[in-house]
T-cell receptor, first 108, second 111 residues
Framework: RKEVEQDPGPFNVPEGATVAFNCTYS??????FFWYRQDCRKEPKLLMS???SGNEDGRFTAQLNRASQYISLLIRDSKLSDSATYLC?????????FGAGTTVTVRA | AAGVIQSPRHLIKEKRETATLKCYPI?????VYWYQQGPGQDPQFLIS???????DKGSIPDRFSAQQFSDYHSELNMSSLELGDSALYFC??????????FGSGTRLTVV
């Protein structure tokens, strides 16, 4: 079983829609959680860290549920530029574990 | 702001050759990570270094080795290259738990 599992996607949504997806992790001792965005053939870039109390950054909201060991990402009022693969990343000790990514395509 | 620098950006090697990838972390970052991302796959952790010492090891083949030098740059050495080694190799660095910065990657093609 992979350490980090994500909704497979792809999610195809119209501009302005809300899209949300989850990620589960298997290591209960995981320490930090992040959402990264990866555009085709480019390096992952940090979208936001995920805090226990949940956090929001503009149109993006992240939630962490330690009891059920999952994190979520919600994108409101989606833009064409939000089209990307979103990687769930979990940190334990000295390594980061990645999910397989959720592909989001926003159409006009 | 300075980012993580990787070189070369692209590399083409033949089977059984060797390759050396370099990573220059953000200044004052004390941890370096190496990841391999095959086509259509998520990044796979290879190895990490903290303060120039190996801190964790993932799915790194025995044909690969890595080290971090006194100036904190790191090198990934790959020998007896195989076609399946063709991938994007990312280096990331960090200093705190607030996030990790990735380099632009080295695209290795083994022919």
């Amino acid at each position: 079983r992979k350490e980090v599992e994500q909704d497979p996607g792809p999610f195809n949504v119209p501009e302005g829609a809300t899209v949300a997806f989850n990620c589960t992790y298997s290591n209960s001792a995981s320490q930090s959680f992040f959402w990264y965005r990866q555009d085709c053939r480019k390096e992952p870039k940090l979208l936001m860290s995920v805090y226990s109390s949940g956090n929001e950054d503009g149109r993006f909201t992240a939630q962490l549920n330690r009891a059920s060991q999952y994190i979520s990402l919600l994108i409101r009022d989606s833009k064409l530029s939000d089209s990307a693969t979103y990687l769930c990343v979990v940190r334990g000790d000295y390594k980061l574990s990645f999910g397989a990514g959720t592909t989001v395509t926003v159409r006009a | 702001a300075a980012g993580v620098i990787q070189s070369p950006r692209h590399l083409i090697k033949e089977k059984r050759e060797t390759a050396t990838l370099k990573c220059y972390p953000i200044p004052r970052h004390d941890t370096v990570y190496w990841y391999q991302q095959g086509p259509g796959q998520d990044p796979q952790f290879l190895i990490s270094f903290y303060e120039k010492m190996q801190s964790d090891k993932g799915s790194i083949p025995d044909r690969f080795s890595a080290q971090q030098f006194s100036d904190y740059h790191s090198e990934l050495n790959m020998s007896s290259l195989e076609l399946g080694d063709s991938a994007l190799y990312f280096c990331a660095s960090s200093a705190t738990t607030s996030g990790y910065t990735f380099g632009s990657g080295t695209r290795l093609t083994v022919v």
